[in-house]
């Protein structure tokens, strides 16, 4: 078995169709049908049953994927280690969802790279789906993410709860430097949804069963509390990131509004060194402590 096939498998579990395989791997349907072939013959069984909707899992393939995730991150590990050239040590790359770049990693990047002079550091942002399908390719290292993820080759640790709390640039009672809501289950016509994940979506609904939508959204943690200040608006915003604009009387809390608690977890691969991660993981987990203690 080599890489492509490899790669070819994992792309037909997440397509669950052999055309939208061979559209993201940009090869023909035929070519993912001969190396499924080719790979079912090496491993002497059935992965695929194809039916109209697409294809289903055998039971085969259930238990193949995670030996192919391993497969994967290992050679792509492999080639950025390669890559690096002989004055790099290691290759460490760091990936956060939106809103847990700043300041938390964005402060301690700089001691990392203080701790690990010799090593060649990326940093990433992007959404909890797109972060944890780098760390399956082998494309990053360690991740930020508001949701748990269990997966083969990758382990998780929670760090600390966030607190997300409503905060308007209105300030209706300068006495107290707080903002009041008419009804805690009611947001303020200018309220502005803040999409900080599908759990956060979840406890919202919870929370606001009336709510049908804003007319101004954000999904990234400084435009939206950017857009929160200059628009006169209203809306969620981590505790952490928010207590700056707070103290300078930017942004109020709505005190009858509840509070959203999310847990913040880091995510690792199997296959950073050991001394590396046990730096991050140390170092973050002190570093968050700060954060948790606040809260």
Avoid at 26 to 52: D, I, M, P, W, Y
Avoid at 246 to 252: F, K, P, R, V, Y
Wanted: charged share 20%; aromatic share 8%; with cysteine.
């Amino acid at each position: 078995m080599d890489i492509t096939q490899a790669k070819t498998f994992l792309t037909i579990v997440e397509q669950r169709n052999f055309n939208r395989a061979a559209e993201k791997l940009f090869v023909t349907q035929s070519t993912v049908s001969a190396r499924v072939k080719t790979l079912e013959n090496e491993l002497g069984c059935t992965l695929f049953v194809r039916n109209k909707a697409g294809v289903t899992l055998t039971s085969a393939a259930k238990r193949f994927e995670k030996h192919a995730q391993s497969i994967v991150q290992l050679w792509n590990h492999a080639r950025r280690e390669i890559a690096a050239g002989e004055k790099i040590d290691q290759s460490i790359t760091i990936g956060a969802r939106f809103g847990l770049w700043e300041p938390l990693l964005l402060d301690w990047l700089p001691a990392l790279k203080d701790k690990f002079p010799r090593a060649m550091i990326g940093a990433r942002i992007g959404t909890a789906d797109s972060l944890i399908q780098q760390m399956h390719s082998g494309a990053m290292d360690v991740c930020l993410v508001y949701a748990p993820f269990s997966n083969p080759g990758l382990r998780v640790i929670k760090l600390f709860d966030e607190q997300f709390i409503l905060l308007s640039s209105k300030e209706t009672k300068p006495d107290l430097g707080v903002t009041h809501l008419p009804s805690t289950s009611a947001l303020p016509d200018d309220y502005i949804y803040v999409d900080w994940g599908n759990e956060f979506a979840r406890q919202h609904a919870l929370l606001y069963p009336n709510y049908t939508g804003s007319l101004l959204s954000a999904n990234l943690g400084a435009l939206a509390q950017a857009l929160i200040i200059s628009t006169q608006g209203a809306g969620y915003l981590p505790l952490r990131t928010a207590a700056e604009a707070m103290a300078h009387g930017d942004l109020h809390r709505l005190v009858d509004a509840p509070s959203i608690t999310l847990p913040v977890y880091m995510v690792y691969s199997e296959l950073m060194e050991a001394d590396t991660l046990a730096y991050i993981q140390t170092s973050l987990t002190e570093r968050c402590g700060d954060f948790s203690g606040g809260l």
